[in-house]
């Protein structure tokens, strides 16, 4: 277990970080995201012992990552995101040598080295140079270095960065792996990866947890009222046909195509136009081809969460 209580960091008159608090348990994948310059890299660097904050604590597995760095760390696995390999070792001759950083007992290290190689794909390439795989085997060499010692707890940062699109599946199938039996905390810029990865997200704005939530708790923390879609022929409506029905509270017109009407309607919150708009269109003399509701990305989520206006939501 990850426990992340109120820590604070300020670098002169920066304050990079205000009262962060959050939890990871085992099993879950915790998607670590915010702006550039939100406090998302200095959150991460406080968690694996690289920076130390001005105030609050991180324990993991109970202990403080300051006060008792060691026995934490044994707790811990890390991936920056450009992890130290050393390119002239072979892949197996590599994660030995960290598993004996890690204290590993010589006996159990082959058997510990099986396990991880098979785990994240690297038994077919274990006697290959570092140097001479490919940006995608060197990064499942940096995830099987955070799993040497078998720590519980993994951080990866940015663990898909430059990877092409088939190496990014094969690393997501990777991670998707590591929840059933490690707390995972992951960062990355790539939020639809994050949102077929992570089972809770962690929003960081401003240096202060903006939300905490599945991603569908974000969406409709931030959704407010849903966006209809529609398309209709036969005839023309302006806008104020449907800002007179009750429960629309916007209404933008879109481009059209082979002699359709577009609009789209933001509904007030829990609001359902759907038969009312139906009816004005039918009543004008229209035939509905579309009317459905927009679906929400994470993408959307993330913009409101971070617009700067300092909201701050209640921990999940």
């Given at each position: 277990m990850?426990k992340?209580?109120?820590i604070s960091?300020t670098?002169?008159?920066?304050?990079?970080?205000?009262?962060?608090?959050?939890?990871?348990?085992?099993?879950?994948?915790?998607?670590?995201?915010?702006?550039n310059g939100?406090?998302?890299?200095t959150?991460?660097?406080?968690i694996?012992?690289y920076l130390a904050?001005?105030?609050?604590?991180?324990?993991?597995n109970?202990?403080?990552?300051m006060?008792?760095?060691?026995?934490?760390?044994?707790?811990?696995g890390y991936?920056?995101?450009?992890?130290p390999?050393y390119?002239?070792?072979?892949v197996?001759k590599?994660?030995?040598f960290?598993?004996?950083?890690?204290k590993v007992?010589?006996?159990?290290i082959p058997?510990?080295?099986d396990?991880i190689?098979?785990?994240?794909?690297?038994?077919?390439v274990k006697k290959?140079l570092?140097g001479n795989?490919s940006?995608g085997y060197?990064?499942r060499?940096?995830?099987a270095?955070?799993?040497?010692?078998s720590?519980?707890?993994?951080?990866?940062?940015?663990?898909t960065?430059?990877?092409d699109?088939k190496?990014?599946v094969?690393?997501r199938?990777v991670i998707r792996?590591l929840?059933k039996?490690?707390a995972v905390?992951?960062s990355?810029?790539?939020l639809?990866e994050l949102?077929?990865?992570?089972?809770?997200?962690?929003?960081i704005?401003?240096?202060?947890?903006v939300a905490?939530?599945?991603?569908?708790?974000?969406?409709?923390?931030t959704s407010?009222?849903d966006?209809?879609q529609?398309a209709f022929?036969g005839?023309?409506?302006?806008?104020?046909?449907f800002?007179d029905?009750?429960g629309?509270?916007?209404a933008k017109?879109l481009t059209g195509?082979?002699?359709e009407?577009r609009?789209?309607?933001r509904?007030?919150?829990d609001?359902?136009?759907?038969?009312?708009?139906?009816?004005?269109?039918?009543?004008?003399g229209?035939i509905?081809t579309m009317l459905?509701?927009?679906?929400r990305?994470?993408?959307?989520?993330?913009?409101?969460?971070?617009?700067g206006?300092?909201?701050?939501?209640?921990?999940?």
């Amino acid at each position: 277990m990850i426990k992340v209580t109120e820590i604070s960091k300020t670098y002169g008159l920066n304050h990079a970080l205000a009262n962060v608090s959050f939890s990871v348990e085992k099993g879950e994948i915790v998607g670590l995201v915010g702006r550039n310059g939100a406090g998302k890299s200095t959150t991460m660097n406080i968690i694996t012992g690289y920076l130390a904050p001005d105030s609050g604590s991180v324990e993991i597995n109970g202990f403080d990552i300051m006060k008792d760095p060691v026995r934490a760390k044994e707790n811990l696995g890390y991936m920056p995101e450009f992890p130290p390999l050393y390119p002239d070792m072979s892949v197996e001759k590599y994660l030995q040598f960290v598993c004996e950083l890690m204290k590993v007992p010589k006996k159990d290290i082959p058997g510990q080295l099986d396990e991880i190689m098979e785990e994240i794909g690297l038994t077919g390439v274990k006697k290959r140079l570092i140097g001479n795989l490919s940006k995608g085997y060197k990064q499942r060499v940096g995830i099987a270095k955070a799993l040497c010692g078998s720590p519980e707890n993994i951080i990866l940062d940015e663990p898909t960065s430059g990877l092409d699109p088939k190496q990014i599946v094969e690393i997501r199938k990777v991670i998707r792996g590591l929840k059933k039996e490690h707390a995972v905390v992951i960062s990355s810029h790539i939020l639809k990866e994050l949102a077929d990865i992570c089972t809770r997200f962690v929003v960081i704005d401003g240096g202060q947890v903006v939300a905490n939530g599945t991603l569908d708790e974000l969406v409709r923390m931030t959704s407010g009222g849903d966006i209809l879609q529609i398309a209709f022929k036969g005839t023309a409506l302006e806008p104020q046909a449907f800002l007179d029905i009750e429960g629309i509270e916007k209404a933008k017109r879109l481009t059209g195509k082979n002699g359709e009407q577009r609009f789209e309607l933001r509904e007030e919150e829990d609001a359902d136009a759907r038969e009312a708009v139906s009816r004005v269109i039918t009543e004008a003399g229209g035939i509905v081809t579309m009317l459905k509701y927009q679906e929400r990305s994470i993408e959307d989520a993330f913009l409101e969460l971070t617009d700067g206006s300092g909201r701050k939501e209640e921990n999940a």
